[in-house]
Nanobody, 112 residues
Framework: QVQLVESGGGLVQAGGSLRLSCAAS????????MGWYRQAPGKQRELVAV???????VYADSVKGRFTISRDNTKNTVYLQMSSLKPEDTAVYYC??????WGKGTLVTVSS
């Protein structure tokens, strides 16, 4: 099993930046894809970005050009650098591994 712990959320003004981190532990050798998802109040959870072990990335259209996903395989950690944040980016951000394991989430609030 893989355990995931997110960090880095908080309150930021519109236009600001935040970097989220997700540290994996446990059966990390089994991890291929790692991703970030988010869930805003009253909405379904949605994909934000995914990165494979080889470095291939996929982004939601709503964050392309503003968010960057990266990973450090030596530290079993995935990052989400968020820039030019908008109030509509406000959500709980969840880390995911292999579309199976989930973290508990970290709250990002963007004020206007």
């Amino acid at each position: 099993q893989v355990q995931l712990v997110e960090s880095g959320g908080g309150l930021v003004q519109a236009g600001g930046s935040l970097r989220l981190s997700c540290a994996a532990s446990g059966s990390t050798f089994s991890i291929n894809a790692m991703g970030w998802y988010r869930q805003a109040p009253g909405k379904q959870r949605e994909l934000v970005a995914v990165i494979t072990s080889g470095g291939s990335t996929v982004y939601a259209d709503s964050v392309k050009g503003r968010f960057t996903i990266s990973r450090d395989n030596t530290k079993n950690t995935v990052y989400l650098q968020m820039s030019s944040l908008k109030p509509e980016d406000t959500a709980v951000y969840y880390c995911n591994a292999n579309n199976v394991s989930w973290g508990k989430g970290t709250l990002v609030t963007v004020s206007s």
